[in-house]
């Protein structure tokens, strides 16, 4: 379409990131200008907020993710809902920062993925093919109507049909902001699943090695808000897992946990460590006659020792680590920080923040990256992540014409 490639050929453009993860804060909406592509490109981050669910919503969508309580009318009807959340998000970003719609040229969206099959490690078979597949809520095409604003997501889809995994895609974002010369580092996020890349020195977007580590604050929320009876969502800055103590037995019996022995590439989500993970959790805490804050330490060591073990089974072979660098909503829990700075003592642990990249606002700029490579019809998917069998252009789009 004329006005597509007339906007890929701008020098510089305008464009809006929005993304809810699997932690289910919110929809996070950035305003970036951005200019070039792949490992060329170059921003600037010109305004962040985050749209929070409310409680009603947060409810709502939490019933999908439990066979006993989704059903196709629900999951339709929040395919719609979270398109109108995104669309208010990606206005009220764009307002913030003292600019109006029309002068946007772009959505990235990552939609709230409710149902993952990794392609590349856990393909099913059904009816003679062997596939992978996903189902994420966000109408792209709401977004779009309500914010005139062409929009890309649904990135994932396309790398699950070229045999891949369909995530983690924070290779190309990773790259574009933390590669260094003379350092190989690891950038970690710590969200309801944890993912790391190892950004090596030497070498291309190619050469990065990556996947989800497993669970990041899944299991922990999941315990608080158990053992809280929902009063509580989150520890906060880790005061419940500081004042515990880890329990060993219970911490080895699910380090035995077939995804944390499982080799990459490899993705995570709500399928591996949600609800039904966290019952598991909590049942085999009160066997075990744990108090309160020593289950939830228990589940932090949890989150920290998939990472570490994932590094030394994963990373460490492949290359010297010079340094981690922590993001999302885990790098504010203080416990988990210790933790990880205690399991790896060689390694300097440092936090987004200390690059000058909000924790918050990082995943929704990756959704700039990632449809500003789809726009100029460029390859944004990462194969040694993801376990594609080749580069591929992700993203469906929903276009805008603008005469």
């Known amino acids: 379409m004329y006005y597509l490639a007339e906007m890929a050929n701008k020098p510089e453009r305008l464009a809006v990131g929005l993304m809810s993860g699997s932690s289910l804060d919110g929809v996070d909406a950035v305003l970036m200008r951005v200019k070039g592509n792949g490992e060329n490109t170059s921003f600037d981050m010109l305004e962040f907020d985050c749209l929070p669910f409310d409680a009603d919503t947060k ?22 809902v979270l398109g109108e959340l995104y669309a208010k998000a990606a206005l009220w970003v764009i307002a913030k920062a003292g600019y109006r719609p029309e002068e946007v040229d772009l959505i990235g969206a990552w939609p709230l993925a409710v149902y993952h099959i990794p392609g590349r490690n ?3 078979d059904v009816l003679g093919f062997r596939i992978g597949a996903v189902l994420q809520l966000g109408e792209i095409n709401v977004i779009a109507e309500r914010t005139g604003i062409t929009t890309i997501g649904s990135f994932c889809a396309r790398d699950l049909a070229a045999g891949g995994n369909g995530a983690p895609l924070t290779g190309v974002g990773d ?18 699943i944890g993912n790391a890349n190892l950004i ?10 990556g996947f989800d580590t497993g669970p990041g604050n899944m299991v922990i929320d999941a315990m608080v808000r158990h053992l809280t009876n929902g009063q509580l969502h989150y520890d906060k800055d ?45 049942a085999k805490a009160r066997e075990k006659q744990l108090a309160d804050n020593d289950i939830v330490a228990t589940a932090t060591a949890f989150t ?48 987004d ?42 993203g469906l789009i929903a276009p805008v014409y603008r005469p």
Not at 201 to 209: E, K, Q, R, S
């Open 304 to 351: 920290v020792e998939s990472i570490a073990l994932a590094y030394e089974r994963y990373l460490m072979p492949h290359a010297s680590l010079d340094e981690i660098i922590v993001g999302g909503g885990g790098a504010l829990n203080l416990a988990l920080m210790k933790m990880l700075r205690q399991r790896l003592p060689q390694i300097p642990v440092k936090v």
């Open 175 to 192: 790259y574009i902001l933390f590669h260094h010369s003379e350092r190989n580092r690891v950038v970690q996020n710590i969200g309801g």
């Open 238 to 282: 880790g005061k419940m897992a500081i004042d515990g103590t880890v329990n060993k037995e219970v911490l080895e019996h699910f380090l035995q946990e077939p995804y944390i022995q499982q080799a990459p590439p490899k993705a995570s989500g709500r399928e591996d460590f949600g609800e039904h993970f966290a019952r598991r959790f909590l």
């Open 59 to 80: 409810a709502r969508i939490l019933e999908l993710f439990e066979y006993d309580t989704s059903t196709i009318d629900k999951v339709t009807i929040m395919n719609v």
């Open 200 to 209: 090596p020195a030497h070498g291309g977007m190619d050469n990065v090695i």
């Open 353 to 394: 923040e200390e690059y000058g990249i909000s924790s918050f606002a990082k995943e929704a700029m990756y959704m700039v990256f990632l449809a500003n490579e789809t726009l100029a019809g460029r390859p944004n998917n990462v194969p040694s992540i993801t376990g594609a069998s080749r580069s591929v252009v992700t």
């Open 122 to 124: 856990r393909p099913i």
